[in-house]
């Protein structure tokens, strides 16, 4: 099967959602969180912690040096107008593995996009894993995603997003919707990685299509930046088998993997995810709230 998302197929797809007058208008979610850390006697510590709105960040005890950060949306999930923010900063040195308390829910508009817009920077010798749980597209649902990443030389960053369709075990379809992921990648000052993924309004049909997705119901992305990225391409192909692919870069002084992978359902994607991101991940455990 040809792995899909080629540049010709990320073409803008809207998909009309009518607004209702403004008295009917519900209240809408905003929520946005910094986190910044730095590391300090041998360990990676908080320096820096603000919660606004419906975004909270908590930090489980972990016995490693770096840090563990769960996000969390505490509206539950996102409608057409919320809005959520993340900024997050690893200093140098510092090591930082980033999560979302459970799969964040895109569901039916009654009006509107919402959108969720993150900030990732890695200082120089700074490790960064942004391993979100997978996100759940429901029918007509209006999802922006906006990514902007800065890895100092020298730091390395883990890239995951993934997308489940409706729940098949609970009969879900999704005919009609629009999610659009915008990415940029810079490496110190040079841009390495920009995409724009525009999936909708007809998604059934899209997806249906051979070329993009042979009726799959899952994807997913994940992006390295590090300079031993190329030894573990073989390896990570292995691992994705005939419904992904990876590509290896040399950028400067550091490296670019990427890889994609599509499945018929969640439980199968995420059966090729966990071993995939422990080969990318230096073989460090998933976090533990992936397991509940």
Not at 54 to 65: D, F, H, S, V
Not at 150 to 171: D, F, K, N, S, Y
Not at 180 to 196: F, N, Q
Not at 209 to 226: D, E, H, Q, Y
């Amino acid at each position: 099967m040809k792995l899909a998302f080629r540049a010709s197929e990320m073409k803008h797809a809207h998909m009309t959602v009518q607004s209702p007058p403004a008295s009917l208008q519900p209240q809408r979610v905003a929520g946005g969180g910094v986190l910044s850390v730095a590391l300090s006697h041998g360990r990676t510590r908080v320096a820096r912690l603000r919660e606004e709105g419906a975004a909270r960040i908590r930090l489980p005890r972990n016995a490693g040096q770096g840090l563990e950060a769960v996000l969390i949306n505490t509206a539950g999930g996102l409608t057409g107008g919320d809005r959520l923010r993340w900024d997050i900063e690893a200093a140098a040195g510092a090591g930082l593995t980033l999560t979302t308390q459970a799969c964040e829910r895109a569901y039916r508009s009654a009006g509107g996009h919402s959108a969720v817009n993150t900030n990732l920077l890695v200082g120089n010798g700074a490790s960064v894993a942004w391993l979100p749980q997978e996100t759940i597209l429901y029918d007509r649902s209006a999802l922006s995603r906006r990514l902007d990443i800065r890895v100092e030389p020298g730091g390395r960053a883990l890239i995951l997003e993934a997308v489940i369709l409706g729940r098949q075990a609970h009969g879900e379809t999704v005919e009609l919707a629009a999610f659009r992921d915008s990415w940029r990648v810079h490496h110190g000052s040079r841009l390495v990685h920009a995409e724009e993924f525009a999936l909708g309004p007809h998604v059934a049909a899209q997806m249906a299509r051979p070329v993009f997705g042979n009726s799959a119901r899952a994807f997913a992305t994940m992006l390295l930046i590090s300079d031993g990225g190329g030894r573990l391409l073989e390896p990570l192909r292995e691992v994705l088998g005939p419904l992904g692919g990876a590509s290896c870069w040399q950028i400067g002084q550091s490296g670019k993997l990427l890889a994609r992978l599509v499945a018929q359902d969640g439980y199968a994607l995420r059966a090729r995810l966990v071993p995939a991101l422990q080969l990318l991940n230096e073989q460090a455990p998933l976090p533990k709230i992936w397991s509940l």
